[in-house]
C-alpha cells in the first residue's frame, strides 16, 4: 500500500517562498511517476507540476516559480515554490502512479494517479 504524507505548508506573504515535502511509503517501483496537485476553495483540483524519471512538466501558471524534484534514498518528494502570489492561496497534495506513463500521457492529469495524500494548506496573502 502506497502512502503519502504532505508537510511544510503554511501562510507566507507575496513573494515569499515555501518548501513542500511529500513523504512517499510502500513505492516500490525501480521508475517513478509523481506530481503535485492544488485546489482551491470552489476550483477543481489542478495538476501543478509532475516528475516521470528525469522528465519534469509545469503549468503555465507555475512554470519559472516552482520546481519539483525527488529525493530517492529518502523517498521524499518536494516542491519548491518561489516568488508565490495570492493566486497560489490552495490545499496542495502529491500524488503517484505506477510508473507507466507513455508519450501520450499528460503527466497532469488527475485521473492519472492512483495514490494520493491528505494535503497541506498554502495561504498567501498580499
Known amino acids: 500500500q502506497v502512502r503519502m504524507v504532505e508537510s511544510g505548508g503554511g501562510s507566507v506573504q507575496a513573494g515569499g517562498s515555501l518548501t513542500l515535502s511529500c513523504a512517499v511509503a510502500?513505492?516500490?517501483?525501480?521508475?517513478?511517476?509523481m506530481a503535485w496537485f492544488r485546489q482551491a476553495p470552489g476550483k477543481e483540483r489542478e495538476g501543478i507540476a509532475g516528475i516521470n524519471d528525469d522528465s519534469t512538466t509545469y503549468a503555465d501558471s507555475v512554470k519559472g516559480r516552482f520546481t519539483i524534484s525527488i529525493d530517492n534514498a529518502k523517498n521524499t518528494l518536494y516542491l519548491q515554490m518561489n516568488n508565490l502570489k495570492p493566486e497560489d492561496t490552495a490545499m496542495y497534495y502529491c500524488?503517484?502512479?505506477?510508473?507507466?506513463?507513455?508519450?501520450?500521457?499528460?503527466?497532469?492529469?488527475?485521473?492519472?494517479?492512483?495514490?494520493w495524500g491528505q494535503g497541506t494548506q498554502v495561504t498567501v496573502s498580499s
Open positions: 510502500g513505492y516500490t517501483y525501480s521508475r517513478y511517476c
Open positions: 500524488a503517484a502512479a505506477p510508473p507507466s506513463f507513455g508519450p501520450q500521457t499528460n503527466p497532469l492529469e488527475r485521473d492519472e494517479y492512483n495514490y
